[in-house]
């Protein structure tokens, strides 16, 4: 299957197949993409749905959420985990506001200039919310791109699209550097290979692989007989060999850990609008050291800000 072809057959099976999430419907805004897209950093889709649309009804517009202090913005952020983002969208929303008259700018380079956006969610929203011509690689695009074309059980390329000589050579005599790009970058250039030139049918093969990626070419068990490009599937060709590559450091556990006292610390700052005593903290976990160590580094996060000796409440902002 040709560069053409794939991204047709991806996009047609996406058609028929998407699953009806908000931020995919027609006059879906801009600032409403945006907020998905923080909200869907490692959350599942079915929990952010709920608290998305709680978000956009309060704060329908970037200017809204700058209008209220970031404490407010980590309390609504509720369950939804890493709470630094809902600090790091509300710096983004005064940024906006500031710089861009409260309307979320289009230029990726603009975007990836406020606070918590990176190269994927710039991207994302330059693509999906205004129908710019970009690729879009995320860990979902990456393993069907591995396993597809590059016939690799995970991202971890060792036989990519275009090896490191020839990357070398056409950077050099391309592009005028001495090297190569980095990994990231060579993945925006694999998608690059693949994207239709109309910015419509870009942006529909960028969500139709990132969609494939999610639902049936999964991490453990991808489905296979229902992929709509099993045929010329590499991976599938050579009989699914077992990823070899370096793997990703074990989480560790939940249980017991700093991020759990962390939680509980923020889950009670945020079920009230008055201070909370240490004397409140201390009934929450018995170890006292990583007790300390938690509200500690939730204070120097800016998550949480001392009042007074003793008293502590979500950040201001």
């Avoid at 995919?24 to 490692?42: N, Y």
């Avoid at 971890?156 to 070398?168: I, L």
């Avoid at 056409?170 to 690059?192: C, F, K, N, S």
Wanted: aromatic letters at 6%.
């Amino acid at each position: 299957m040709n560069a053409t072809a794939l991204p047709h057959a991806i996009t047609e099976w996406y058609g028929e197949n998407a699953r009806d999430l908000p931020w995919r419907r027609e006059g879906f805004s801009a600032w409403g993409t945006l907020v998905s897209e923080f909200m869907l950093q490692q959350t599942p889709v079915s929990r952010v749905i709920p608290r998305l649309a709680e978000w956009l009804d309060r704060w329908p517009t970037p200017a809204d959420l700058a209008s209220v202090p970031s404490g407010e913005a980590v309390r609504a952020w509720a369950s939804l985990g890493y709470p630094r983002r809902a600090l790091w969208l509300h710096a983004a929303a005064v940024q906006i506001t500031e710089r861009h008259g409260g309307i979320v700018p289009e230029d990726v380079d603009d975007l990836l200039a406020l606070t918590g956006i990176g190269d994927y969610t710039a991207r994302a929203v330059a693509a999906f919310a205004f129908g710019l011509r970009h690729p879009v690689v995320d860990t979902n695009v990456r393993r069907v791109i591995a396993r597809a074309i590059d016939g690799n059980a995970a991202y971890g390329r060792r036989h990519p699209v275009v090896d490191t000589n020839t990357r070398r050579v056409i950077a050099r005599a391309v592009t005028g550097q001495a090297e190569p790009a980095p990994p990231h970058r060579r993945d925006l250039d694999d998608m690059e290979l693949l994207l239709p030139a109309d910015p419509v049918e870009a942006a529909e093969f960028n969500a139709g692989i990132m969609e494939l990626g999610a639902v049936v070419c999964t991490s453990r068990s991808p489905r296979c007989d229902a992929c709509p490009i099993r045929d010329v599937c590499a991976w599938r060709a050579a009989g699914y060999p077992q990823y070899d590559g370096p793997r990703k450091a074990v989480q560790k556990k939940f249980e017991g850990s700093d991020r759990q006292v962390r939680g509980l610390i923020m889950a009670e700052l945020r079920a009230t609008h008055h201070p909370v005593t240490s004397g409140e903290i201390e009934g929450l976990w018995a170890d006292p050291v990583q007790r300390d160590r938690a509200l500690a580094g939730l204070v120097s996060d800016g998550l949480a800000v001392t009042i007074a000796p003793g008293l502590y409440a979500l950040s201001h902002g």
